[in-house]
């Protein structure tokens, strides 16, 4: 079915056209909001968002780009208010702990291992995804785009709606940065 | 030197551990589950309208307002009876032959 057909249905609330959407883009979709949030039960939860929210708000989808950018975008913007939520509520129990309210002890999450990477790289990829969860916003978000989606520069400056060497200096300091975490956490590990 | 050399190689050798790395899934009958969330979501939807206005900022901001109004009107009404009082109704005087005596007109005394 084409694109532009399907999207037409959508906007009809066609259940049959959104069944299609879902079942095309779930894995893209799943993958993004995953290499973000790192943590399957959430990637999971956030990404039943992203449709909920492609459903609703389909009517707003002009066609200036395509469908799967479109897509991206929303994933991003919900994997990343989800992280924010996050912290939020960790800075609320840690500002709750200091008056001694609720005394709960806050476990830090265990190693993210991404299911898609091969055994011998496992251990590796964890350390990574650690460094990747400490790069500035926007650092984290093209360099997912780019590594983990494989998205060419082109295209993730049209899902970030940035210029291409805004993107180009985004992963630039993306890969610096990830040298001086790994850098560090190798010293301190030997 | 070496040690560093080794930091070095690890560090690189982390870089290129995502490539190759294959798309993940999710759980089986994901559609299932997102139909389930979008049913709930529409089913909600004066949940959501009460939220809204239960927000912090929100209600602040509704209540600011309906004091403002409050003291908007108050002042306004203050002004409107202050307006009344520095001119009287002559026409109530010239009616009812009312007088205004001062304490001052019986001292006046016919030359």
Not at chain 1, 10 to 21: G, I, N, P, R, S
Not at chain 2, 21 to 34: E, K, L, W
């Amino acid at each position: 079915m084409s694109e532009w057909i399907l999207i037409k249905q959508l906007k009809q609330k066609d259940e049959a056209a959104f069944k299609t959407v879902v079942e095309t883009w779930q894995d893209m979709v799943f993958n993004t909001v995953l290499g973000i949030v790192q943590n399957p039960e959430d990637a999971e939860d956030v990404s039943q968002e992203v449709f909920v929210q492609v459903y609703e708000s389909v009517n707003s989808f002009k066609g200036e780009s395509k469908f799967s950018t479109w897509l991206y975008r929303i994933a991003i913007t919900k994997a990343m208010d989800h992280i924010r939520k996050k912290k939020r509520k960790k800075r609320f129990a840690f500002v709750q702990s200091l008056f001694g309210v609720d005394n709960e002890v806050l476990h830090d999450p265990p190693d993210f291992h991404h299911p898609g990477i091969s055994l011998d790289n496992k251990e590796r990829a964890a350390v990574l995804f650690m460094a990747i969860d400490k790069l500035p916003e926007n650092q984290k978000i093209a360099f997912n785009l780019h590594k983990i989606e494989a998205l060419s520069y082109q295209e993730v400056s049209m899902v970030m709606k940035l210029s291409l060497s805004s993107v180009e200096s985004l992963l630039h300091r993306a890969k610096n940065n990830l040298k001086q975490t790994l850098e560090d956490y190798y010293q301190n590990y030997d | 030197m070496n040690n560093k050399n080794n930091i070095q190689n690890e560090v690189e050798a982390t870089l290129i551990s995502l490539n190759g790395i294959v798309t993940a899934t999710p759980g089986p009958y994901f559609f299932t589950r997102v139909q389930a969330r979008l049913t709930k979501a529409e089913k909600n939807i004066w949940e959501r309208v009460s939220s809204f206005i239960a927000r912090p900022a929100i209600a602040i901001t509704m209540v600011s307002f309906v004091l403002l109004m409050n003291t908007i009107a108050v002042l306004e009404h203050k002004k409107t009876s202050n307006l009344f009082m520095d001119q009287p109704d002559q026409s109530f005087y010239d009616e009812f032959n009312v007088a205004v005596n001062t304490f001052y007109d019986y001292e006046i005394k016919e030359p």
